[in-house]
């Protein structure tokens, strides 16, 4: 074969190759960059799964979450989800969670997560558009934030305990809606309302989730000699389409 053709196809090789990798590249970068749904792992056994398959996969670093996939970690173990905008979600042991929905269109832009047990505590920067939105979903319970430091914990039979550590959520169970804020707690059990939120002075917002300038101990608690605020309730409406 003519020396000119056999240099002419290898070129012609090497740019088709390397045309390949960019690709995947790209495909890979936008894939785990998107939304930077990313979980960290912080100590311990971290893992997650797609959804659909039965095996679970260790993260030995970090890896990227897609939508209905889940995350969970094992027995003295931590983690925590980095998302785009801000926003960070720290799971403490024997934690399972699942990013249910992922709205990344100009018309809605938010996130969904379904706590199926275990504590996290999660930060939620300041949402402005009417469209944007950061939801927790537990067994008994559904968390709206816009701007909050809350935790919330899911026993085995799915009571839910939430504390709000800034801002304010919206607890919404049994088709009542309570306003908690900062300072605050409240409990769920299976089937019934929110109960009346209460005061808790200790609730300490985690440094790993809350604002680079907040201090490490940054304690939420309402003004001393101030008697709690009523929670606000909303009355029942359409019911919530999962």
Not at 65 to 80: I, M, Q
Not at 125 to 140: A, N, S
């Amino acid at each position: 074969m003519n020396k000119g053709i056999i240099k002419l196809l290898t070129i012609i090789f090497c740019v088709f190759f390397i045309a390949i990798l960019s690709f995947k590249g790209s495909a890979y970068s936008q894939e785990s960059a998107g939304g930077w749904k990313i979980v960290v792992k912080s100590k311990g056994i971290v893992e997650s799964k797609k959804f659909q398959e039965n095996e679970w996969k260790e993260i030995f670093s970090s890896r990227p979450l897609k939508a209905e996939d889940f995350a969970r970690t094992l027995k003295n173990s931590e983690a925590k989800i980095l998302i785009q905008g801000g926003h960070v979600i720290r799971l403490y042991e024997n934690t399972q969670i699942q990013l249910a929905k992922l709205d990344e269109k100009a018309s809605a832009k938010g996130f969904k997560f379904i706590q199926n047990i275990g504590k996290i505590w999660t930060h939620v920067e300041k949402l402005f558009g009417k469209d944007e939105y950061f939801e927790v979903q537990t067994p008994t319970a559904v968390l709206a934030v816009r701007g909050t430091d809350f935790y919330s914990q899911v026993e085995a039979d799915g009571t839910t305990k939430v504390g709000v550590g800034s801002g304010q959520i919206e607890v919404s169970a049994a088709g009542i809606t309570l306003i908690i804020p900062a300072g605050q707690t409240t409990t769920i059990t299976p089937n019934n309302p929110p109960a009346p939120p209460v005061n808790d002075p200790g609730i300490v917002i985690p440094y790993e989730v809350s604002g680079s300038s907040a201090p490490k101990n940054e304690v939420a608690a309402p003004q001393s000699g101030n008697p709690p605020p009523p929670p606000i309730i909303h009355p029942p409406s359409e019911p919530y389409i999962y």
